[in-house]
């Protein structure tokens, strides 16, 4: 007879490491599917500062090696591969991985996480972690009585641009149209709020500086005019993509991609899979969040293989 899992666990964060650990600990053998970013979004920051457990600064990348190694001393099996298709619908559900290997498993956690987009110019990778981020609440302390821009119109990009103004001296809040698309009370915040300055129907179009960002150049695009605000940080709120492609028609998803669970579990709508982390979460996207979610899709794969 074949060899089927108990579980496998797609992706890698902080949601999916998680995930192995307990399931590891609870001896059901699993097996973890790296992807081609291993460790997600947490190995393009630098310090983090918010994660339990730890007095001083740690960096991002060194915080999931750790989570990594603690998976693989519990009992995890890696494999460093990526998933390419998978079918789900059956009691047992089959991924199929670019290295040719197809696994057959009783259960499912997708933790395949969530990108931020970036505005995708010159420098922009250079400078991630150097005063570049998509993430205020884990960055924004980082810049108290600096001056900062929030690129973006919508919620995010209003509630990063509130969030900052408790730190920052002066928060640059720049949008691509006159309008935001934010809601009407986080607009009437932000009006209220002396340290905004809207910077309407503009772009960014460069990063400037050596090490750090010093300042960035916008173009306005109904004047055809550029300018240079100075400034410390940059945070780029214009929305995320979940990893959630490979699932279509699989599992329900909303309108954004992101993949639904029933309430107050991550149980999707196909029994015997799991969403953890980013993958189902558009509101908190930490790396704190994610691990608890982890936490739980095994604590919930583990009652059903019961
Ligand atoms: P979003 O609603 O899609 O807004 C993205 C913003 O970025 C828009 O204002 C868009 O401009 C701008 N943008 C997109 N691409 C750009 C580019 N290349 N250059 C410059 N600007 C660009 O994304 P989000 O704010 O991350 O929110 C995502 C979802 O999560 C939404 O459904 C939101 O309501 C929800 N959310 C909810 C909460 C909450 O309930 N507290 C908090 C955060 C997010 P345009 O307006 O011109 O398109």
Redesign the pocket.
Known sequence: MADIKELSIIGSGPAGYTAAIYAARANLNPILISGLQPGGQLTITTDVENYPGYEDPIQGPWLMEQMQKQAEHVGTKIISSQVKKVELKDKIKKLYLDNGEVIETKTVIISTGAQA?W??LENEEKFQGHGLSACATCDGFFFKDKIVAV?????????EALFLTKFASKVHL????D?????KILQERLSKNPKIEFVWNS??TKFIGGTDITSIEVLNKLKDEKTVIDLDGVFI????DPATKLFMGQVDMDD?GYILTKPDTTRTSVEGVYAAGDVKD??YRQAITAAGMGCMAALEAEKYLD
């Open positions: 987009r505005l995708g690129i973006g119109g919508g919620n995010s990009a209003a509630e720049i949008h691509r149209r309008k935001l698309r934010a809601e772009e960014v709120a214009i929305g995320h954004s558009k509101i």
